[in-house]
């Protein structure tokens, strides 16, 4: 069950926030996440070949340390990308000087980062960031994590959930920021887990692999992506579920289950939240006669720039969507396509069905859409979520860097 929380609502687990001055106007720009314990983590980086200097270091402390992990350090405003050596540096002294504050192991904190691309880390500011953030854990007086590691988002998006691993009640948090650069196979998006569950480092990396698959890899803004595109997940062990060892264990799908929810309304999120969005858009593909073809086709739509513009504009130009699917790659059959607005038919087999075109257009002016094709061909289906393009998101894209 959803209810509202974070990353620390999960006993044992704290987040601190705070304005280290990477941000103009005193924006929060670094967060804090620790845990009282030794954690089992796994991630899922981004698959962008540019790779930032903090998704290349925090990669290499899990392959040695996923174990024994204390916690994260996240800044925005900053992407510490494309920094050559001196950004893998910097991303080093960040959290060495977090782990000597909070009196941690060496190897022990993860980093990231997000931001403007090609500029240097300000290392001397993050580090006197880290010492107002210590004053918070100490004073109780923490200021939001997820707030902090925002860019171009307009609200936070975190939640908590509770659930059970064989009767034991289990606690999961969650946190992400997000809003462009969003691209299916990782995103601009950074994500965090917490959870009091049992779970070897390999197991947890199952679960957030698969989870990733099926929701933050479904996911499209404007078919960008990012250097920097992170999922982490930390489990404590501490609720006292018998431990999860891998795809067999009894618990394993309970937990599953618990995160692809989480993982899922995290992307919803970031779909609604999209720069410049009006409106959040599901593009739901059914009726292939693989899983491959539907989410071809699916990701062929919700990229499609004129699909995102004719939603802003409420058009019900079909066209554009029948046209998506038919350059997808998929083995699509024009003459079988349906294609519905909400629950309204636009198209049958492959033709215009004749549907009033204001009642088509009422559809498209809803603050959440569906648009369902369905291929007739097959059993299979894919979901994606997606948003409208408006003309606010060239006006935040042109702005992004001056």
């Not at 994260?72 to 991303?91: H, K, M, P, Q």
């Not at 920097?228 to 404590?236: C, E, K, Q």
Request: one cysteine or more; proline letters at 4%; charged letters at 20%.
């Amino acid at each position: 069950m959803i209810v509202s929380g974070s990353l620390d609502s999960v006993p044992g687990f704290h987040t601190a926030g705070t304005s280290c001055g990477i941000k103009e106007g005193g924006k929060p720009d670094l967060g804090v996440l620790l845990c009282d314990v030794p954690c089992c983590a796994a991630g899922v980086f981004t698959t962008n070949r540019v790779q930032a200097a903090p998704v290349i270091y925090s990669k290499n402390i899990l392959s040695r340390n996923a174990h024994a992990i204390r916690g994260i350090v996240a800044n925005s405003g900053n992407a510490n990308a494309c920094t050559g050596e001196r950004g893998l540096r910097d991303a080093a002294a960040v959290a060495a000087e977090a782990e000597r504050i909070f009196s941690l192991p060496e190897g022990s904190l993860l980093v990231m980062s997000t931001g403007v691309i090609g500029k240097p880390l300000p290392v001397e500011k993050l580090k006197a960031g880290l010492g107002r953030v210590q004053e918070q854990f100490i004073t109780g007086s923490s200021g939001s994590f997820a707030s902090a590691i925002m860019t171009t988002d307009t609200k936070e998006k975190s939640l908590a959930l509770k659930f059970e691993i064989e009767g034991v009640p289990i606690k999961l948090g969650a946190a992400a920021k997000g809003a462009g650069m969003i691209h299916p196979d990782m995103a601009t998006m950074l994500a965090f887990f917490t959870t009091d569950a049992a779970l070897t480092p390999d197991a947890l990396s199952v679960v957030l692999r698969q989870v990733t698959g099926r929701t933050f890899n479904r996911l499209s803004v404007d078919g960008d992506r990012s250097p920097n595109d992170s999922v982490i997940m930390l489990a404590s062990g501490t609720g006292g579920a018998p431990l999860i060892q891998g795809p067999e264990s009894r618990g394993f799908s309970a937990f599953y289950s618990a995160v692809l929810e989480a993982g899922s309304s995290l992307a919803r999120m970031i779909a609604a939240d999209g720069e410049g969005a009006t409106k959040l858009v599901e593009i739901r593909v059914k009726g292939a006669d693989t899983f491959d073809s539907a989410n071809r086709v699916a990701r062929a739509i919700a990229n499609s720039p004129l699909v995102k513009t004719a939603l802003y504009g409420a058009d019900p130009n079909w066209g554009r969507i029948i046209c998506a699917a038919g350059y997808s790659g998929a083995p699509v059959e024009p003459d079988k396509i349906d294609i519905y607005f909400g629950s309204l038919l636009a198209v049958k087999s492959g033709v215009d069905a004749g549907s009033d075109r204001l009642k088509l257009a009422g559809e498209l002016k809803k603050n959440e859409i569906t648009v369902t094709v369905d291929l007739n061909q097959g059993p299979h289906e894919c979901s994606f979520w997606t948003c409208d393009f408006s003309y606010d998101y060239i006006r935040i894209n042109a702005d992004y860097h001056t």
